[in-house]
T-cell receptor
C-alpha cells in the first residue's frame, strides 16, 4: 500500500520568505509526527498530532513554526520568515496509534539562501 | 529531561563480523524501544523494536536486548553484509507525552 508521502521533496527559498511543507500519512493512521534532521545529525522532535489535536508542541523551535492537521489526515508544517538555520530535512511519520511503530516519509529538504 | 544517548557515533566493521550499538535512556517509565535504519536520501525505516515486557528479541541477523534496570538497550547485527552500511537510530517512547525521542545516530560502515 501507499506509504507516507511528503511534498515537495526539495525546497529552496530566500531568507525571510514563508514556506509550507505537506505530509500525507498512511490512511487510517491516527498519530502523525514531525521531526527535523540537520545535515549529519539526529532526529529532532518538533510536534505530534493525535487526530487533529497536537498534545505536544514543545519541540517547535520558535513561534515562526506552526503546524496543523485537518480531517485526521493531511498535515502542513509552516515556517514563517525563514532563516538560514532552518535549513534541514523535515521528516514526517505516521503511526496507527500512539506508541505504535512510526512509518516515515522521505522528507523535504529545505534550503534557505 | 527527555534524553536518549547513543554510542558509538561511527562504527566500522569487517564484513562477516558483528556490530553492536548501545543506547541509554532517562525515562524509567519508557516501555517501547524501536531501532531505525536510514539510507542516504531516505527516511528512517523500522528494523526491529522491543517492548519492556521482554529482555531480548531476534529477527534473523538482528537482535535487540533491553536492560530496564540499567535503562539501556543494544542492537546486535551478526554476519554483517555490505547492505548493512547505513545510519542506525535508537529511540524510546516517552511515557508522559507519547512522543518518540531518537538517539543521535550511528554511522555503520562494512569493510569488504
Amino acid at each position: 500500500g501507499a506509504g507516507v508521502s511528503q511534498s515537495p521533496s526539495n525546497k529552496v527559498t530566500e531568507k525571510g520568505k514563508d514556506v509550507e511543507l505537506r505530509c500525507d500519512p498512511i490512511s487510517g493512521h491516527t498519530a502523525l509526527y514531525w521531526y527535523r534532521q540537520s545535515l549529519g545529525q539526529g532526529l529532532e522532535f518538533l510536534i505530534y498530532f493525535q487526530g487533529n489535536s497536537a498534545p505536544d508542541k514543545s519541540g517547535l523551535p520558535s513561534d515562526r513554526f506552526s503546524a496543523e492537521r485537518t480531517g485526521g489526515s493531511v498535515s502542513t508544517l509552516t515556517i514563517q520568515r525563514t532563516q538560514q538555520e532552518d535549513s534541514a530535512v523535515y521528516l514526517c511519520a505516521s503511526s496507527l496509534f500512539e506508541g505504535s511503530p512510526l512509518h516515515f516519509g522521505n522528507g523535504t529538504r529545505l534550503t534557505v539562501t | 529531561g527527555e534524553n536518549v544517548e547513543q554510542h558509538p557515533s561511527t562504527l566500522s566493521v569487517q564484513e562477516g563480523d558483528s556490530a553492536v550499538i548501545k543506547c541509554t535512556y532517562s525515562d524509567s517509565a519508557s516501555n517501547y524501544f524501536p531501532w531505525y535504519k536510514q539510507e542516504l536520501g531516505k527516511g528512517p525505516q523500522l528494523i526491529i523494536d522491543i517492548r519492556s515486557n521482554v529482555g531480548e528479541k531476534k529477527d534473523q541477523r538482528i537482535a535487540v536486548t533491553l536492560n530496564k534496570t540499567a535503562k539501556h538497550f543494544s542492537l546486535h547485527i551478526t554476519e554483517t553484509q555490505p547492505e548493512d552500511s547505513a545510519v542506525y537510530f535508537c529511540a524510546a517512547l516517552w511515557s508522559s507525552a507519547s512522543k518518540i525521542i531518537f538517539g543521535s545516530g550511528t554511522r555503520l560502515s562494512i569493510r569488504p
